[in-house]
């Protein structure tokens, strides 16, 4: 008969059993960074524009996603995955609600951008969690080109037009 301390010791030790071998161990520690870094490039960007939701929040929200999946998708159904997504899906919805401003003046909405960021952080958290780290490293290119490249490029054209980028001249 084993002593009260070697109960608790086998229990703290099955408590914290959920990363079993290496295989596993090394799938979370590549995983979960990868989410982290590929969320911060893009919150990155929202924060050097100074913008509500910056580089802890689009961290945060990629890293929260890929977590969801990792901790979901061990021996979890495909039915049962899918539901998981949707819940993530939809709570990132309400996230990026709060990150969208009506203004009174002039009926001016504003956060949209920021809003459908999270909204692509949080599928690219998904990707990573789900070990299509390439999937979600390519989604974030194509997403920091359409957040740079075209904010560059509609600058340009709003200057040629003498107004801002977000000035709809009326």
Same mark, same amino acid.
């Given at each position: 008969?084993?002593?009260?301390?070697?109960?608790?010791?086998?229990?703290?030790?099955?408590?914290?059993?959920?990363?079993?071998? $290496? +295989?596993?161990?090394?799938?979370?520690?590549?995983?979960?960074?990868?989410?982290? $870094?590929?969320?911060?490039?893009?919150? &990155?960007?929202?924060?050097?524009?100074? +913008?509500?939701?910056? %580089?802890?929040?689009?961290?945060?929200?990629? %890293?929260?996603?890929? *977590?969801?999946?990792?901790?979901?998708?061990?021996?979890?159904?495909?039915?049962?995955?899918?539901?998981? $997504?949707?819940?993530?899906?939809?709570?990132? #919805?309400?996230?990026?609600?709060?990150?969208? $401003? +009506?203004?009174?003046?002039?009926?001016?909405?504003? =956060?949209?951008?920021?809003?459908?960021?999270?909204?692509?952080?949080?599928? *690219?958290?998904?990707?990573?969690?789900?070990?299509?780290?390439?999937?979600?490293?390519?989604?974030?290119?194509?997403?920091?080109?359409?957040?740079? #490249?075209?904010?560059?490029?509609?600058?340009?054209?709003?200057?040629? +037009? =003498?107004?801002?980028? &977000?000035?709809?001249?009326?």
């Amino acid at each position: 008969m084993e002593g009260w301390w070697e109960q608790i010791w086998t229990t703290v030790v099955e408590e914290f059993s959920d990363l079993a071998d $290496l +295989k596993e161990w090394t799938r979370v520690t590549l995983r979960l960074p990868v989410a982290a $870094l590929l969320g911060a490039l893009i919150g &990155y960007d929202r924060e050097a524009r100074n +913008k509500s939701a910056g %580089l802890r929040t689009h961290m945060l929200v990629a %890293l929260g996603a890929a *977590i969801f999946i990792l901790t979901l998708q061990a021996g979890m159904a495909m039915e049962n995955l899918s539901r998981v $997504l949707h819940g993530i899906i939809a709570g990132i #919805g309400f996230l990026g609600a709060g990150a969208i $401003l +009506k203004l009174q003046r002039d009926q001016e909405i504003h =956060g949209l951008t920021t809003a459908a960021s999270i909204w692509m952080t949080a599928a *690219i958290g998904i990707a990573a969690g789900l070990g299509r780290e390439m999937t979600a490293t390519f989604s974030t290119g194509i997403t920091m080109f359409v957040l740079s #490249g075209l904010y560059r490029l509609e600058s340009a054209v709003a200057a040629r +037009k =003498g107004r801002t980028p &977000y000035d709809t001249g009326e």
